[in-house]
């Protein structure tokens, strides 16, 4: 009834036009940082980045999910921010989650904010449409106008003086 053919079809490759493969896709899986691991630099990925160690600089990423054991100095820009550990400098994010474990020292530009109890957190928050700073900044006229000076009142006592 169901036989099965001696020769089977020969698979199709693909291919980018010349014969040759096309570049592999980026991974979907994120970039993790242990927790034994401390980097002195900047990171900069468009995935994600999931920071469970140590690191003294500027981080950039699609999204960004610090473990309670991570620790940053420096400035998170990314869509998506989840913070459970330390961050000692400004977060820029659409989306940013400060659960129960996290220590920010530092402001927080957002789009959406949820903030859990027993989060601590010292610094500002800014709601912002565009938090990540990617629209350009409009320049502002630099014809001042000239101030008119402002004359004290005299203080009480020395009213009395007088």
């Given at each position: 009834?169901?036989?099965?053919?001696?020769?089977?079809?020969?698979?199709?490759?693909?291919?980018n036009g010349n014969g040759a493969k096309p570049p592999r896709a980026q991974s979907a899986a994120p970039s993790i940082i242990g927790a034994?691991?401390?980097?002195?630099?900047?990171?900069?990925?468009?995935?994600?980045?999931?920071?469970?160690?140590?690191?003294?600089?500027?981080?950039?990423?699609?999204?960004?999910?610090?473990?309670?054991?991570?620790?940053?100095?420096?400035?998170?820009?990314?869509?998506?921010?989840?913070?459970?550990?330390?961050?000692?400098?400004?977060?820029?994010?659409?989306?940013?989650?400060?659960?129960?474990?996290?220590?920010?020292?530092?402001?927080?530009?957002?789009?959406?904010?949820?903030?859990?109890?027993?989060?601590?957190?010292?610094?500002?928050?800014?709601?912002?449409?565009?938090?990540?700073?990617?629209?350009?900044?409009?320049?502002?006229?630099?014809?001042?106008?000239?101030?008119?000076?402002?004359?004290?009142?005299?203080?009480?006592?020395?009213?009395?003086?007088?």
């Open positions: 009834m169901f036989s099965k053919s001696k020769e089977e079809p020969e698979m199709v490759k693909p291919t034994n691991v401390r980097i002195k630099g900047d990171l900069s990925t468009a995935g994600e980045i999931q920071l469970d160690g140590v690191v003294k600089g500027d981080v950039s990423a699609a999204s960004i999910i610090m473990g309670e054991q991570g620790a940053l100095e420096g400035t998170i820009v990314a869509e998506k921010v989840v913070v459970r550990g330390q961050v000692k400098g400004s977060i820029r994010g659409r989306s940013v989650v400060m659960e129960r474990t996290a220590r920010v020292t530092g402001d927080v530009y957002h789009s959406t904010l949820s903030i859990e109890a027993g989060a601590i957190i010292e610094g500002n928050f800014s709601h912002s449409d565009d938090p990540l700073g990617k629209k350009p900044v409009q320049p502002q006229s630099t014809a001042a106008k000239p101030k008119e000076p402002v004359q004290m009142a005299p203080k009480p006592a020395e009213q009395a003086k007088a």
